[in-house]
């Protein structure tokens, strides 16, 4: 039996996915992580949560669908999940809340779908409790949560120090046009970077850097040297153990791509092109070239973790 107790409130956040212009990976620290230097670059791919009113007393609650969700866990492994506690823990607030997201950034694809899903879960419980943090709040317990979860709540352009974490706003120019070569079958992060380590191994590794050249080509808004100047030191890697990738990148640059990049940990294949007719094209021609899964087209820089609706249905059934 249950009774009606109150209205059910709920916020939807959207919560874009990053390219990583630039990754520069260096030496192995004692703490496990790398020291790196990413330019992150978020693009308008977006996955949504839904944080809604639960039934006191219930605890989290959560469903999700779309892009590889068949895989993830609904329970305490997911970011999600962990955010939201981390979260109700933090501001010690009660944590009945039912959580849905709609995942439409690859999974295990280099483009740091578990960070914005966790970012995504933190501004919509924030909101969705009224507990109202800062942003300097709300960075603490993203970082905690993962490298990259800083970056998704911020979103834009901005190069990310320590392991990614630490972020500085980039000054750019001009929208950006992506076409993105989605495999089927992702790639763990950890297993990349050990591959880079045992690629490495018995060569010094030099401090990660900014590299100054595609700053300078953002900041002109200058596509075509942007496109010459994205690297990745992960990608030797990512080919290492998915050489079918260094076809991947052939391919779209020979269809005219400005720069063509392994994204993150791959193994998504991130193509600049010149303009929205150009990144037509190369999505098409690489759709029919049978070479990836799927192929996602989308612009950069997107904005980050931010509310887009917010309102009351429905209401709460809560046992008798
Ligand atoms: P990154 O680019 O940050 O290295 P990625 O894009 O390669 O990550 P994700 O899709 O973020 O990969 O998934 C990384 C890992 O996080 C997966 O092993 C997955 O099981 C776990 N994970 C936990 N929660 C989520 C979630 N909500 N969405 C996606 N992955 C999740």
């Known amino acids: 039996m249950h009774n009606v107790s109150s209205v059910?409130?709920?916020?939807?956040?959207?919560?874009?996915?990053?390219?990583?212009?630039?990754?520069?990976?260096g030496?192995?620290?004692?703490?496990?992580?790398?020291?790196?230097?990413?330019?992150?670059?978020?693009?308008?791919?977006?996955?949504?949560?839904?944080?809604?009113?639960?039934?006191?007393?219930?605890?989290?609650?959560?469903?999700?669908?779309?892009?590889?969700?068949?895989?993830?866990?609904?329970?305490?492994?997911?970011?999600?999940?962990?955010a939201a506690t981390a979260l109700a823990q933090y501001a010690d607030v009660a944590l009945d809340v039912e959580l849905q997201v709609k995942k439409k950034i690859p999974l295990s694809g280099g483009m740091a779908g578990g960070s914005a899903d966790a970012a995504a879960a933190l501004v919509a419980c924030d909101a969705l409790w009224r507990i109202g943090l800062g942003r300097e709040e709300l960075d603490v317990l993203a970082a905690r949560l993962g490298a990259d979860v800083t970056f998704a709540l911020h979103g834009g352009t901005a190069i990310g120090t320590g392991r990614g974490e630490r972020l500085t706003p980039a000054l750019i120019?001009?929208?950006?046009?992506?076409?993105?070569?989605?495999?089927?079958?992702?790639?763990?992060?950890?297993?990349?970077?050990?591959?880079?380590?045992?690629?490495?191994?018995?060569r010094e590794v030099q401090a990660p850097t900014v590299a100054e050249d595609l700053m300078a080509a953002l900041r002109r808004g200058d596509s075509v040297a942007v496109g010459k100047a994205m690297r990745n030191d992960l990608q030797v890697a990512s080919i290492s153990l998915r050489p079918q990738l260094e076809l991947v990148l052939e391919t779209g640059l020979s269809f005219g791509a400005l720069g063509g990049i392994v994204s993150g940990s791959g193994p998504t294949c991130a193509f600049l092109a010149r303009d929205e007719e150009q990144a037509l094209d190369i999505a098409a021609a690489l759709s029919g070239s049978g070479m990836c899964s799927s192929v996602l087209h989308a612009t950069g820089p997107a904005h980050g973790a931010r509310v887009v609706d917010s309102g009351t249905s429905g209401s709460i059934l809560s046992p008798r």
């Open 27 to 82: 030496p192995l620290r004692v703490d496990g992580y790398h020291e790196i230097v990413s330019v992150f670059h978020a693009v308008n791919v977006y996955d949504e949560v839904i944080a809604a009113d639960g039934v006191p007393g219930s605890g989290i609650t959560l469903n999700m669908e779309g892009a590889g969700s068949e895989y993830l866990s609904n329970s305490e492994d997911n970011l999600v999940w962990r």
């Open 173 to 202: 120019s001009g929208q950006y046009h992506w076409v993105f070569a989605v495999s089927d079958e992702g790639l763990s992060t950890p297993a990349v970077y050990a591959e880079c380590d045992r690629l490495r191994e018995g």
């Open 8 to 25: 059910v409130r709920s916020v939807t956040v959207r919560v874009p996915a990053k390219v990583n212009l630039q990754l520069s990976v």
